[in-house]
Antibody
Framework: EVQVLESGGGLAQPGGSLRLSCVAS????????MSWVRQAPGKGLEWVSG??????YYAESVKGRFTISGDTSKNTLYLQMNSLRAEDTAVYYC??????????????WGRGTLVTVSS | QSVLTQPPSVSAAPGQKVTISCSGS????????VSWYQQLPGTAPKLLIY???KRPSGIPDRFSASKSGTSATLGITGLQTGDEADFYC???????????FGGGTKLTVL
């Protein structure tokens, strides 16, 4: 079955760090564009970061604080989140792109992992 | 403030048709493909439309979309109560080098 499964969410203090993981099954994640998309409680979708063919992309709101990466041997996507702020509190979704050459046509989504930033 | 602009809510009766607009600019909708997503309550988003007007397999033809200039429109016919959800448009923004979404539209089937 083709799926992605996120983990690593939890409670972090302001200024702290967390690393999210997204394990891909049924496909080779490095073949496609992959992204992290978040949704704050009661709010809309916000794209956070994407990776495609070795290139990485970030939303302005997380640039310099978050780092996206992947481990092809584990078929796993990561999001290292540093200098966390209260406004980073959200459900973080891992999303697969439809094509290898694009970022932004998400045909497969995980169930999400909740990140709460609070003291 | 979202880069793409959608109406906060739309409503219609069962069996009727509804449209949801998505307005952007030349750097996103005007130059790149638009995707539409449906998010049912308590679930992850699901791809409804990609490349402006294409449906993934399994998406019924009650869902359609179009694009003109810097605006896109999602149409849903034969509304069902099970269609009640939040709908989002999205596109790559070439100026921002980022994916941008609309703020979302809540569909109520009265």
């Amino acid at each position: 079955e083709v799926q992605v499964l996120e983990s690593g969410g939890g409670l972090a203090q302001p200024g702290g760090s967390l690393r999210l993981s997204c394990v891909a099954s049924g496909f080779t994640f490095s073949t496609y564009g992959m992204s992290w998309v978040r949704q704050a409680p009661g709010k809309g979708l916000e794209w956070v970061s994407g990776i495609r063919g070795g290139y990485t992309y970030y939303a302005e709101s997380v640039k310099g604080r978050f780092t996206i990466s992947g481990d092809t041997s584990k078929n796993t996507l990561y999001l290292q989140m540093n200098s966390l702020r209260a406004e980073d509190t959200a459900v973080y979704y891992c999303a697969k792109d439809l094509y290898s050459s694009s970022v932004g046509r998400f045909d497969l989504w995980g169930r999400g992992t909740l990140v709460t930033v609070s003291s | 403030q979202s880069v793409l602009t959608q109406p906060p809510s739309v409503s219609a009766a069962p069996g009727q048709k509804v449209t949801i607009s998505c307005s952007g600019s030349s750097s996103n909708i005007g130059y790149n493909y638009v995707s539409w997503y449906q998010q049912l309550p308590g679930t992850a988003p699901k791809l409804l439309i990609y490349d402006d007007n294409k449906r993934p397999s399994g998406i019924p033809d009650r869902f359609s979309a179009s694009k003109s200039g810097t605006s896109a429109t999602l149409g849903i016919t034969g509304l069902q109560t099970g269609d009640e959800a939040d709908f989002y448009c999205g596109a790559w923004d070439s100026s921002l080098s980022a994916v941008v979404f609309g703020g979302g539209t809540k569909l109520t089937v009265l």
